[in-house]
């Protein structure tokens, strides 16, 4: 199996089923990890260094940090209801607990944090909705926490591809710090299928195929993009949604398209 792909594992006492670090990335900027929790169950963390974007997948929960507290939020009880979800962000040095008003998946994005900005709620009413591309490269995006909206390192975006589509297409990188072209920005993409026996494929290479993987992915993968290019295919019949994490030394999203893929985004 590729070294790039992480499979779920079985709950811990905790309800996590998966877990990514800058340690097990072996990178320096994202960290990434899901829990599922029953109804009545809670989870309770101390962010430490990292700023933390905590995203409902699905379900509904009380969120409390050091100094703030929402509660009952969450609407969507599956990501495929493509409505925007429910999201907390928390600085550095801060901790939260999450109690599950019904069962729960939730997604906790990291990467390191400043202290610059407090906890807040970020609400559907706040996530920009937007469609991208055009044909059989078209998705709907959920901008969560884009570099618009405060934070100190994160970039957290959701995207929905229709089966037989193509996403993150024309194939891009930006594994590089060449401001103001290209950004470095480490990335996970985290997947769901519908139905869930589904799965999708996505290439990670790069211009001198010192890095070429090309993996079948299925529900609640993971796959790391450490560098190169990235592109998602959606087999018809399964629709796809991915949760995209980045990170990097600047906090803005700037890629680079793979020149020989140029053509398929014409310039105006």
């Keep these: 199996m590729s070294k790039l792909l992480i499979k779920p594992q079985k709950r811990d006492k905790?309800?996590?089923?998966?877990?990514?670090?800058?340690?097990?990335?072996?990178?320096?900027?994202?960290?990434?990890?899901v829990?599922?929790?029953?109804?009545g169950e809670e989870l309770t963390k101390t962010t430490e260094?990292?700023?933390?974007?905590?995203?409902?997948?699905?379900?509904?929960?009380?969120?409390?940090?050091?100094?703030?507290?929402?509660?009952?939020?969450?609407?969507?009880?599956?990501?495929?209801?493509?409505?925007?979800?429910?999201?907390v962000y928390i600085p550095n040095d801060d901790s939260y607990t999450v109690k599950a008003l019904t069962d729960l998946?939730?997604?906790?994005?990291?990467?390191?944090?400043?202290?610059n900005h407090p906890a807040r709620l970020i609400a559907p009413e706040d996530v920009g909705q937007e469609n991208r591309g055009s044909g059989k490269m078209s998705r709907k995006i959920h901008n969560i926490?884009?570099?618009?909206?405060?934070?100190?390192?994160?970039?957290?975006?959701?995207?929905?591809?229709?089966?037989?589509n193509t996403s993150s297409y024309p194939p891009h990188k930006h594994d590089e710090d060449l401001l103001p072209h290209e950004s470095y920005l480490e990335?996970?993409?985290?997947?769901?299928?519908?139905?869930?026996?589904?799965?999708?494929?996505?290439?990670?290479?790069?211009?001198?195929?010192s890095l070429d993987e090309t993996m079948s992915v299925e529900h609640r993968n993971v796959v790391l993009i450490p560098g190169g290019y990235h592109p998602v295919s959606a087999v018809p019949g399964y629709e796809s949604y991915y949760l995209n994490v980045m990170a990097g030394p600047n906090r803005t999203w700037k890629f680079h398209n793979d020149p020989d893929h140029e053509w398929l985004f014409p310039k105006k």
């Design 14 to 33: 905790k309800g996590k089923i998966l877990h990514v670090s800058p340690e097990s990335a072996q990178w320096e900027y994202v960290g990434f990890e």
């Design 35 to 39: 829990y599922s929790l029953d109804a």
């Design 49 to 87: 260094k990292n700023e933390v974007c905590l995203v409902l997948l699905s379900g509904r929960a009380d969120v409390h940090t050091d100094n703030e507290a929402f509660h009952n939020i969450g609407e969507r009880m599956s990501v495929f209801e493509k409505i925007p979800p429910y999201s």
């Design 105 to 115: 998946e939730l997604a906790v994005c990291m990467a390191p944090g400043k202290g």
């Design 145 to 164: 926490l884009p570099e618009q909206k405060e934070a100190d390192s994160l970039l957290v975006v959701e995207v929905f591809t229709p089966d037989g």
């Design 187 to 209: 990335e996970t993409y985290y997947h769901e299928i519908n139905p869930s026996q589904g799965f999708v494929f996505q290439r990670v290479y790069n211009d001198d195929r």
